[in-house]
Nanobody, 123 residues
């Protein structure tokens, strides 16, 4: 069982930055693929980024602006978001699962989800 808790959301102007954090319980954190997803009102949950023990993967919409990282010793995963745009406004969710890394963009593969943190980017 893994419990995830996100933090770091808020209101920021376009062009600004935010850093989201996700802390995880459990002793096998390093064996999980960790992902960030987001969901805007009236839209489906959307893949943002994922990280395994050997690599990272990003959605095209956030590539070169967002950076995912993890601290396996302390059970943390982070999402550094730079050059934020109004279209980045959404609830951001942290997720964990164990599956082939090539399947990381698909929400159905993740077993555990956090409660979400709101990110609002004003124009």
């Amino acid at each position: 069982q893994v419990q995830l808790v996100e933090s770091g959301g808020g209101l920021v102007q376009a062009g600004g930055s935010l850093r989201l954090s996700c802390t995880a319980s459990g002793r096998t954190f390093s064996t999980y693929i960790m992902g960030w997803f987001r969901q805007a009102p009236g839209k489906e949950r959307e893949f943002v980024a994922a990280i395994s023990w050997s690599g990272e993967f990003y959605a095209d919409s956030v590539k070169d602006r967002f950076t995912i990282s993890r601290d396996n010793a302390k059970n943390w995963v982070f999402l550094q978001m730079n050059s934020l745009k109004p279209e980045d406004t959404a609830v951001y969710y942290c997720a964990a699962g164990q599956f082939p890394f090539s399947s990381s963009p698909y929400p159905k593969n993740y077993d555990y989800w956090g409660q979400g943190t709101q990110v609002t980017v004003s124009s």
